[in-house]
């Protein structure tokens, strides 16, 4: 049984920093492309950043510069480091695991709120 477990969020002020992380068990981690992507209410869902089981990046316009993703192999784990957070970043964060087009898993997502 797949299971992707966020952690990390909470309340920050703006300009402040955030790091989340996702565990994941019960699946291959190394082979599968992981992914952070944000929902803000009434809002669709959009990815935040994109990690390759090879190590390559991609992230959305509106973080590029300020959040960093990274994963762990040996623990299972991906990371966001979210830096100089702005009120547009408030959402709930989701963790997704996808590999080719079989398999495409999601966490229950953590909440980030960037308030004074």
């Known amino acids: 049984q797949v299971q992707l477990v966020e952690s990390g969020g909470g309340l920050v002020q703006p300009g402040g920093s955030l790091r989340l992380s996702c565990a994941a068990s019960?699946?291959?981690?190394?082979?599968?492309?992981m992914g952070w992507y944000r929902q803000a209410p009434g809002k669709q869902r959009d990815l935040v950043a994109g990690?390759?089981?090879?190590?390559?990046?991609n992230y959305g316009d509106s973080v590029k510069g300020r959040f960093t993703i990274s994963r762990n192999n040996a623990n299972n784990t991906v990371y966001l480091q979210m830096n100089s957070l702005k009120p547009e970043d408030t959402a709930v964060y989701y963790c997704?695991?996808?590999?080719?087009?079989?398999?495409?898993?999601w966490g229950q997502g953590t909440q980030v709120t960037v308030s004074s």
């Open positions: 997704n695991a996808k590999y080719k087009s079989w398999f495409n898993y």
């Open positions: 990690i390759a089981s090879g190590g390559g990046t």
């Open positions: 019960g699946m291959s981690f190394s082979i599968y492309a």
